[in-house]
């Protein structure tokens, strides 16, 4: 099972986000539901191995981090209204620090990084790691951030992690998650 | 310059579709959007030597063909409403078979799949063609599908054309364009 995990560093921790607007009354909620529709997406399929944590930063309740199973996610579409509706529905649910099904395959707990952290190695994508295509292994869990940079104090919490770079440009966290999900398929189906 | 044109089959060719529903009212015009998107965007710039060309093929008013210009489109942000609010802004401008500019760096003009390919020599992105990665050289000009095939008409307009395949699995079309941009982006910069 492969996981991607998005710090949105201004990401609204309550329902009262307009689905009208994503970027601003959402705190960027866009890039989120962009890397929901990017790590779980095939053409008329989802990946079923795959899950994407968002780990949402803002105002007014957070850190609170919502967990969406490729394996059981239903009432999913592409678009980033799809996956904003799901986040706005299981947002307000009452939870505690272990995550909750909210919705099929949506689950939601209190904790940010800190937690994540100290349950998965991650590897870290950032421009200046190794190219993700000459790496000879990876772990299994990818972090990544939104359009912010990690903070201090998230740089902190992952110093040690290995970092890992999809090419020489700065990229969106959901095109760079396109990246790696396109490199794992070729090397899980050891592609010409 | 790079571009790259989708054939949108049942995008709407008027202005009457909601911006809140893009994939119902607009004929999945979610995903032409996801397309400028994946096109144009590097993290914190545009893509200054990218266009994009949506070629919508609905009702009522079809063909008509929007090119959204890397070097030169204002106002558009990463999100698919940003994107679909362009489109809307300029689908009902009167034009005949030449560009016209509607909109800063957004053009629109009649005509389809047929004049495009009189125009650039495309590859077509095809799970069937070779892996861009192990191609020697591509053309400038890259054509896809949304999430239906092509036709059979547009198949034999195509028949020529070369094809390349980004991976092994199946993809959206805005993904196959992230990887295609990232495929660019390492060679032009010799990466690694």
Redo the contacts between chains.
């Keep these: 099972m492969t996981l991607f995990a998005v710090v949105g560093h201004t990401a609204r921790t309550d329902g009262s986000f307009s689905?009208?607007d994503?970027?601003g009354s959402g705190g960027r909620m866009?890039?989120l539901c962009?890397c929901v529709?990017?790590s779980l997406?095939?053409?008329?399929e989802l990946r079923r191995d795959v899950d994407c944590c968002l780990i949402l930063c803002g105002e007014p309740a957070g850190p609170k981090t919502i967990r969406f199973s490729g394996s059981s996610v239903r009432s999913l579409?592409?678009?980033?209204?799809s996956a904003a509706a799901l986040i706005k529905k299981v947002i307000d649910t009452p939870c505690g620090s272990t995550f909750r099904e909210a919705a099929p395959g949506v689950f939601i707990r209190k904790g940010g990084l800190e937690q994540i952290i100290a349950e998965h190695a991650f590897a870290v994508l950032d421009e200046n790691g190794t190219?993700i295509?000459?790496a000879a292994d990876f772990p299994a869990a990818f972090l990544l951030s939104d359009?912010l940079n990690f903070t201090e104090q998230e740089e902190g919490l992952i110093r040690d992690s290995p970092r890992f770079s999809?090419?020489?440009?700065?990229?969106?966290a959901d095109?760079t998650i396109?990246?790696v999900?396109?490199e794992l398929?070729?090397r899980?189906?050891a592609?010409?």
């Design positions: 689905i009208n994503l970027p866009d890039v962009r529709n990017a997406f095939l053409s008329h579409s592409p678009d980033e209204r190219d295509r000459t359009h999809v090419g020489p440009r700065c990229l969106h095109h396109t990246l999900n396109n398929d070729r899980a189906c592609w010409r």
